[in-house]
């Protein structure tokens, strides 16, 4: 068994070999809680969330980092706009993260330090690259000098004589324009913290590499984030940490956008759409499939037709497991995966290719159903739980038993709504109306539901 991954710095898949046997070490760069999260925030710790669980299924001790970036400059612009202290912006978003995170099923992490928890490591990891003359300070400021750095650019791949590096309000007495802040000069009514070099508050590079290296040591295995997260980021991250004498990352893993027409899912350019808001409208597991299933480093492009059939698709599952459940009682999830859905995982975390499978072992399990085989689709159940969990997606899983989200509410609601309906149906079958009974049944299959009589009573499902 051998688990490939698409290493990011290599440009190529390889297979992956855990610095320590046995275990899995991941950094993920998480939230800068300046503001709610959007699905496309989400969508990052979703996909890390099912390696994990893969890596986990396979018989790794998996621990996952992902930090909070609970200062940063949009934090503090929009404290100062709305009146109300930094920390109070930053706690409320990341509750909001949380929630998010929840609603969707993704495991907390193993540690999640906040930036501001860490300000010693940080003074740390400075005073060491100043020392090795990699870093040096100016009104306040400390830069990294890039041009002390040989490695600089490889993962993104650049010249640094074609590099245009961002700059911040108040980032004065630069040797070189390409150089980035580490830690920013204190400005009036500002938070800051003390250090060597006078008060001031962290950079964002800077965070990331001073808590992998306390969580991590001084090397781990996998970095993950987003795409737009490689420059500057990631870069800079590289640069502080191996210049400060660590070996940093072995891999580097990076997820795909959610898109809305075309353009990365942004705040700024207003075509977000909030977490808190969608599982009023949707079912959160049924998000999860939607953000979840295809490739981590395939775009998606949201729609709400494209959020139908991500319904529609995991409908035919859920309905799957209802029909044997009733049928023959709780089935437990098999000890093992097919070994088709296993290769898919091991395959770069192929979970279109993994799901195909779920989705053919479903139809084996109905048809199964419809020759009254009951051993035949108990097995099949089996599996698919057993596929399902390792995805997050098991509906008889306890986390999504009581409802995870007022989507399911909404569910609810609708559920309601079919079985009054059917029992109207039920009611004039029962008077022998037959043309009554018809005309309902007709009216919910063009309404976009499936409806099938069974020895428990109708059942209602998404066609």
């Known amino acids: 068994m051998t688990i490939r991954l698409y290493d990011t710095s290599a440009r190529q898949i390889r297979d992956f070999t855990p610095i320590v046997p046995g275990c899995v070490s991941i950094y993920l760069c998480g939230a ?12 990052s710790g979703l996909n890390f969330d099912i390696m994990r669980r893969w890596f986990t299924y396979r018989g790794y001790d998996v621990t996952l980092v992902r930090n909070v970036t609970d200062i940063d400059d949009k934090i503090i612009n929009k404290a100062a706009e709305q009146g109300r202290p930094w920390w109070s912006i930053g706690y409320a978003n990341e509750c909001a993260f949380n929630d998010g995170y929840d609603a969707l099923g993704c495991l907390r992490p193993t540690v999640e330090p906040r930036a501001t ?40 791949n650049q010249e640094l ?15 070189d324009p390409r150089d980035f802040a580490m830690w920013k000069a204190a400005k009036e009514g500002e938070p800051s913290w003390e250090t060597p070099w006078g008060r001031g508050r962290p950079g964002w590079h800077l965070e990331c590499s001073a808590m992998a290296h306390k969580y991590l040591g001084t090397a781990f295995d996998i970095h993950g984030g987003g795409l737009d997260l490689i420059f500057p980021h990631h870069e800079n991250e590289i640069a502080q940490a191996k210049a400060f004498g660590d070996d940093f990352a072995r891999y580097w893993a990076h ?7 075309g353009e990365k899912m942004s705040k700024s350019l207003g075509n977000s759409v909030l977490v808190s808001e969608m599982v009023k409208e949707w079912r959160p597991i049924v998000l999860r499939y939607y953000l979840g299933t295809p490739h981590y480093r395939s775009m998606i492009e949201y729609s709400p037709e494209a959020l139908r059939e991500a319904e529609s698709a995991f409908a035919r599952i859920e309905g799957f497991v209802q029909r044997v459940v009733e049928k023959a009682g709780a089935v437990e999830p098999a000890s093992e995966v097919p070994p088709a859905f296993a290769e898919a995982m091991d395959d770069d975390f192929g979970v279109p290719q993994a799901l195909a499978v779920v989705h053919t072992t ?11 085989d009951k051993e035949s689709a108990v097995a099949r159940l089996a599996e698919v739980r057993a596929m399902l969990g390792v995805l997050g997606l098991d509906p008889l899983d306890e986390r999504w038993a009581g409802g995870a989200g007022r989507g399911d509410d909404l569910h609810g609601v609708v559920d309601s709504l079919v079985r009054l309906v059917l029992e109207q149906r039920q009611a004039a079958r029962s008077r022998k109306d037959w043309a009554a009974a018809d005309a309902i049944r007709d009216q919910l299959q063009q309404s976009g539901l499936a409806i099938e009589d069974t020895p428990s009573g109708p059942r209602w499902s998404l066609s």
């Open 32 to 43: 800068t809680v300046q503001a709610a999260p959007h699905i496309g925030h989400i969508r």
């Open 117 to 156: 928890g860490h300000v010693p490591e940080m003074i740390e990891m400075m005073r060491g690259l100043i020392e090795r003359g990699h870093a040096y300070a100016a009104d306040g400021n400390v830069y990294f000098d890039v041009r002390s750095f040989p490695g600089y650019l490889q993962l993104s």
């Open 161 to 175: 004589e074609n590099l245009l590096q961002p700059s911040g309000e108040g980032e004065t007495g630069k040797r």
């Open 255 to 261: 997820n795909a956008w959610v898109t809305m027409s």
């Open 362 to 372: 479903v139809r084996q399990g109905n048809a199964a159903l419809s020759a009254d």
